[in-house]
C-alpha cells in the first residue's frame, strides 16, 4: 500500500529498500508480529528492486523480465509458491539449458564438446579444497580450446569476470534443486504483488542511519526524519560500498565487505521479430561459439514476438555505456552469423535494461572478490539486536538470486520479532 503523504515520524520497524529481500522481511514480520508498526522504505519509484517487469503487448500476454527472469531451484524456490498463492501462472516450460530445452545447436559436435568444457570446469570449481581462495582462471585447463566459452558461461554466472571472481565462493553457489521455471506475468510483477500488503513509501532515500540511541535508530531521510526500534537494511553492496548511506557510529566492517562483495552487471535486451515465423519458440543460441565476448539469445520466450539478448560482465558494461544502439547492433551481427545476412531486415530494438547505470542498484547480482567469500557473514550479521541486514548478497549459497534474497529477508524478520 503506497503512502502518500509521508513525512517521517515513528515506527516499529523501518525496512530500507523494496526488493525480494524487503518485501520478505515485511511480509514476515506481519505474519509473525502483527502487533508491531512496520513501513518500507525504497528510494525508486517502485516495487521490485532488481525484479522488474514490462508489458509491452498488454496485460494478458506473457510479461518481459528486465531484471531476473527465472525461478531458479523452482520447485524449493520460497517465490514458486507465493506466486501459485497470489493467483500468478507458473510456466514450466524446461528451460532451455535444462533437460528436454531447446537449444539451437544441441546436437553439434561442437556444441557438445563445449558443454562438456563447461561442465569439466564447473566440476573443478566444486571440487576445490585449496587454503588459497584463488580467482576462477585459475580453474582454466592450460591449452582448454574451449576456455573463451567457459569465459563467456563464468561471466553469466557471476556477473564478473572469470580473473575478479572467488573459486571458493561459486563452489558454494546452490540454487536448490532444478529444474528453473518462470512467472508468465513476470518476476516483477510477482515481488511488485507480494508487496501490496506492506505501507510503503516511494521515492524516498535514507542517507544516514544513526544507531547510537540505546532504545531507538533514527533515520534521516529526504521526506523527513523516522525513528524505529528496529531497521532492516537490504540495499544492494555497491549502494553500501559507495556510502550513499552513511552509518553513526561507523561501520567499516560493512563498508569493506561490500566492496569486496561488488556487483556484476548482466543486462538484457528485448528485440522485436517483424518475421516471427523464422524462430523456433522458447530456443537459446549463443552469439559466438569462441568469443568470451557474446550475447546468450532467447528465441521467442513464452512463443512472444521477441529475442531477449542476454549480456554480462564487462560486454554488457561496455555496451551499456554505448546505449540501446550499440547493444542492437551487437546482437543483429551475432544473430547474422547464426541465422544468415537477411534476418537483420526483420529485427528491431524494443527495450534494453541499464543496470550498472541505476542509481539505486548499480549493477545486477553480488560475486566475491578472490578472499571475500567469507565475507557474506559479515554483510549478514546483525548489529545490537536492533540494526539487521539482508539481500542476496548475504546469501552464502543463493546469492545472485531473488529467492535467495527472500530468504535472507524472512531470517532478519525472524531475528526482529525476536528481538522486540
Known amino acids: 500500500m503506497p503512502i502518500e503523504s509521508w513525512k517521517g515520524g ?25 502487533d508491531l508498526s512496520i513501513v518500507l522504505l525504497e528510494a525508486s519509484d517502485r516495487v521490485g528492486g532488481r525484479a522488474r517487469s514490462i508489458h509491452p503487448f498488454g ?37 532451455p539449458w535444462s533437460d528436454g530445452g531447446h537449444r539451437l545447436e544441441q546436437n553439434d559436435a561442437d556444441a557438445k564438446a563445449a558443454a562438456a568444457a563447461v561442465n569439466d570446469f564447473f566440476e573443478r570449481v566444486d571440487d576445490y579444497r585449496g587454503n588459497d581462495d584463488a580467482d576462477l582462471s585459475t580453474m582454466l585447463s592450460p591449452d582448454d580450446p574451449w576456455s573463451e566459452r567457459i569465459y563467456a558461461v563464468g561471466a553469466f554466472m557471476t556477473g564478473g569476470e572469470l580473473d575478479k571472481s572467488s573459486v571458493i565462493d561459486l563452489g558454494r553457489y546452490d540454487p536448490g ?24 513509501v516511494l521515492s524516498v532515500e535514507v542517507s544516514r542511519i544513526d544507531h547510537s540511541g540505546a532504545d531507538h535508530i533514527v533515520l534521516s531521510t529526504s ?32 563498508i569493506e565487505a561490500a566492496a569486496r562483495l561488488p556487483l556484476g552487471l548482466a543486462n538484457k535486451l528485448f528485440i522485436r521479430i517483424a518475421d516471427p515465423e523464422i524462430f523456433t519458440d522458447d530456443t537459446h543460441v549463443m552469439g559466438s561459439k569462441h568469443s568470451r565476448r557474446t550475447g546468450a539469445y532467447q528465441l521467442k520466450p513464452f512463443g512472444a514476438s521477441v ?13 551499456e555505456r554505448q546505449g540501446i544502439d550499440a547493444m542492437f ?33 548499480g ?21 545490537d539486536g536492533r540494526l539487521f541486514f539482508a539481500g542476496e548478497a548475504c546469501s552464502k549459497a543463493r546469492y545472485s538470486t531473488a529467492h535467495g534474497a527472500y530468504e535472507t529477508g524472512v531470517a532478519a524478520a525472524e531475528a526482529v520479532a525476536k528481538a522486540l
Open 10 to 34: 515513528e515506527v516499529d520497524v523501518a525496512v530500507i529498500g523494496a526488493g525480494a529481500a524487503g518485501v520478505g522481511a515485511a511480509r514476515q514480520l506481519q505474519l509473525l508480529r502483527p
Open 59 to 95: 496485460a494478458d500476454a506473457a510479461a518481459l523480465d528486465l531484471g531476473c527472469g527465472w525461478l531458479h531451484g523452482a520447485r524449493t524456490n520460497a517465490w514458486t509458491g507465493i506466486a501459485e498463492e497470489v493467483g500468478l501462472t507458473v510456466d514450466r516450460t524446461p528451460a
Open 177 to 200: 534443486p532444478g529444474p528453473d521455471w518462470r512467472v508468465r506475468q513476470g518476476y516483477g510483477t510477482l515481488v511488485e504483488t507480494f508487496g501490496l500488503p506492506v505501507p510503503t
Open 223 to 254: 521526506k523527513g526524519e523516522l525513528r524505529a526500534r528496529a531497521v532492516v537494511v537490504t540495499v544492494s553492496t555497491n549502494v553500501l560500498a559507495a556510502e550513499r548511506i552513511t552509518f553513526w557510529p561507523p561501520l567499516p566492517e560493512k
Open 307 to 319: 529475442i531477449e539478448a542476454y549480456f554480462a560482465a564487462d560486454l554488457a558494461l561496455d555496451l
Open 329 to 361: 547492433a551487437f546482437s543483429v551481427e551475432q544473430l547474422k552469423r547464426v541465422f544468415g545476412a537477411d534476418i537483420g531486415k526483420t529485427l528491431s530494438p524494443l527495450v534494453a535494461s541499464a543496470w550498472a547505470g541505476e542509481p539505486f542498484f
Open 363 to 383: 549493477g545486477s547480482y553480488s560475486y566475491a572478490t578472490p578472499g571475500a567469500s567469507d565475507l557474506r557473514s559479515v554483510l549478514a550479521a546483525p548489529r
